[in-house]
């Protein structure tokens, strides 16, 4: 339940979903909302953070509970990514440390790794990542050069990559490297790769546009000699069709990200305009104020009623590639449109990185690259008319 739209129940939601969704809220609010610049002025979150929250049972909503997870439905991980980002947070990585990477293990790795690693992405002893793009291919994973190479029971793994989220505190990382140069996307394969393996090696933490309490990191992997078995999927040549699979999880959480952000950036710029006084007046009771919020939640909501149509289909396990790709950039481009609207009734003060509608809007940016750019998901939308 949004603070935008208080009387709007999505069909998905249960009454089990409501509970959770108190519960993260409450837990967040202490957990999370008060650390926000502590968290971007040293670049990372607190490893204690990761425990706290796996202990609330807010980490891995839907693994099953013999893995350690909590044995809930996607719904379940969406809505704690929501109550996160009403929350104020724009550093804790669990879209990667619980919605994405421990998906990948679940779904790929043999009955013994589960049962090794799963319970402690769940439990937020470990942290996760999923590392791709490298300097020379983003768009266009059939350009990574990263090479595994098979030597009797080890595979010697070396390249490097870049943007990793959780990448400098990721104690756990799905790599993407090539078994065959030559083969195009055939020669791609995914390895589950600790990072106390030798050879695995991290770069700096980078500065960014914003999400500054992030630990985005560059990876270096020098002759780093990772356990055959280690191959998710036992095979080689699968890992393309391995991350194609996943990415419409993943699109749909940015999509979640980005819807949430928006409401919540409408929600600040309500209270914040009834409060501004011009020219005698609080700056709501202008027409051009309530036009141009009225316009953001408007297309809040047509966004909202989209994005919990998906919500429904990855329930029922039904959400194809080319819907969770229109998902994710209807609602990252609304979030950009909506957040730009909503800064300018800030005045100056929305140029003050103190303000969240500051944060926020440098948040947003990046859901249009990551995940897969937008031009991308107009192509995979395009390809398939
Ligand atoms: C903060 C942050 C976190 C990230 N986290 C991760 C992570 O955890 N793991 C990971 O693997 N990656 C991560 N990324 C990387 C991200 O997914 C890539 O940056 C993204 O996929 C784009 O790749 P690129 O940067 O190489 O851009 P490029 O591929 O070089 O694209 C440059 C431009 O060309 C356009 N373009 C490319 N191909 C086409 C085409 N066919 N048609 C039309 N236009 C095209 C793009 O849309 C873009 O506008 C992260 C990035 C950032 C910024």
Same mark, same amino acid.
């Given at each position: 339940?949004?603070?935008?739209?208080?009387?709007? /129940?999505?069909?998905?939601?249960?009454?089990?979903? !409501?509970?959770?969704?108190?519960?993260?809220?409450?837990?967040?609010? $202490?957990?999370?909302?008060?650390?926000?610049?502590?968290?971007?002025?040293?670049?990372?979150?607190? !490893?204690?953070?990761?425990? !706290?929250?796996?202990?609330?049972?807010?980490?891995?909503?839907?693994?099953?509970?013999?893995?350690?997870?909590?044995?809930?439905?996607?719904?379940?991980?969406?809505?704690?990514?929501?109550?996160?980002? %009403?929350?104020?947070?724009?550093?804790? =990585?669990?879209?990667?440390?619980?919605?994405?990477? #421990?998906?990948?293990?679940? @779904?790929?790795?043999?009955?013994?790794?589960?049962?090794?690693?799963?319970?402690?992405?769940?439990?937020?002893?470990?942290?996760?990542?999923?590392?791709?793009?490298?300097?020379?291919?983003?768009?266009?994973? +059939?350009?990574?050069?990263?090479?595994?190479? /098979?030597?009797?029971?080890? %595979?010697?793994? @070396?390249?490097?990559?870049?943007?990793?989220?959780? =990448?400098?505190? *990721?104690?756990?990382?799905?790599?993407?490297?090539?078994?065959?140069?030559?083969?195009?996307?055939?020669?791609?394969?995914?390895?589950?790769?600790?990072?106390?393996? #030798? =050879?695995?090696? !991290?770069?700096?933490?980078?500065? $960014?546009?914003?999400?500054?309490?992030?630990?985005?990191?560059?990876?270096?992997?020098?002759?780093?000699?990772?356990?055959?078995?280690?191959?998710?999927?036992?095979?080689?040549?699968?890992?393309?069709?391995?991350?194609?699979?996943?990415?419409? /999880?993943?699109?749909?959480?940015?999509?979640?990200?980005?819807?949430?952000?928006?409401?919540?950036?409408?929600?600040?710029?309500?209270?914040?305009?009834?409060?501004?006084?011009?020219?005698?007046?609080?700056?709501?009771?202008?027409?051009?104020?309530?036009?141009?919020? *009225?316009?953001?939640?408007?297309?809040?909501?047509?966004?909202?009623?989209?994005?919990?149509?998906?919500?429904?289909?990855?329930? *029922?396990?039904?959400?194809?590639?080319?819907?969770?790709?229109?998902?994710?950039?209807?609602?990252?481009?609304?979030?950009?449109?909506?957040?730009?609207?909503?800064?300018?009734?800030?005045?100056?003060?929305?140029?003050?990185?103190?303000?969240?509608?500051?944060?926020?809007?440098?948040?947003?940016?990046?859901?249009?690259?990551?995940?897969?750019? @937008?031009?991308?998901? +107009?192509?995979?939308?395009?390809?398939?008319?």
């Amino acid at each position: 339940m949004s603070a935008l739209f208080p009387d709007y /129940r999505p069909a998905w939601e249960t009454d089990d979903h !409501r509970l959770l969704r108190e519960h993260a809220r409450a837990f967040f609010a $202490k957990e999370m909302t008060p650390n926000q610049e502590k968290w971007a002025a040293q670049k990372h979150v607190d !490893r204690e953070t990761w425990l !706290r929250t796996g202990e609330a049972g807010l980490i891995c909503l839907d693994v099953p509970e013999e893995y350690g997870g909590q044995g809930g439905d996607p719904g379940m991980e969406y809505l704690v990514t929501e109550e996160l980002v %009403y929350s104020g947070d724009t550093a804790f =990585g669990m879209g990667v440390g619980s919605t994405i990477t #421990p998906h990948y293990v679940a @779904n790929y790795a043999t009955e013994e790794q589960k049962r090794a690693w799963l319970p402690k992405m769940c439990s937020g002893e470990w942290i996760s990542a999923i590392a791709m793009t490298e300097p020379g291919a983003g768009s266009d994973l +059939k350009g990574v050069r990263t090479t595994a190479r /098979r030597d009797g029971d080890h %595979y010697v793994i @070396n390249g490097s990559k870049t943007f990793i989220s959780n =990448g400098g505190s *990721a104690d756990f990382v799905v790599v993407a490297a090539k078994t065959d140069l030559d083969a195009g996307h055939k020669g791609m394969a995914l390895f589950a790769v600790e990072a106390d393996t #030798p =050879g695995f090696e !991290r770069g700096r933490v980078l500065e $960014k546009m914003g999400r500054h309490g992030a630990d985005t990191a560059e990876l270096f992997f020098n002759d780093m000699r990772v356990p055959a078995a280690n191959l998710l999927g036992g095979e080689e040549g699968q890992g393309f069709y391995q991350l194609m699979n996943q990415l419409p /999880r993943e699109r749909l959480a940015i999509a979640v990200d980005a819807l949430a952000m928006a409401e919540a950036a409408v929600v600040e710029t309500i209270a914040y305009t009834k409060e501004r006084q011009a020219f005698g007046q609080p700056v709501l009771d202008f027409q051009n104020t309530r036009f141009e919020l *009225a316009h953001c939640k408007t297309q809040v909501m047509a966004t909202r009623t989209f994005v919990d149509y998906c919500i429904q289909r990855e329930i *029922a396990g039904e959400l194809d590639a080319v819907t969770a790709s229109m998902a994710k950039m209807q609602a990252t481009d609304m979030l950009d449109d909506v957040v730009d609207r909503c800064l300018q009734l800030f005045g100056g003060y929305g140029y003050m990185m103190e303000y969240p509608i500051t944060q926020k809007f440098a948040a947003a940016r990046v859901m249009r690259i990551y995940g897969g750019t @937008n031009e991308i998901m +107009k192509e995979v939308i395009g390809r398939a008319l």
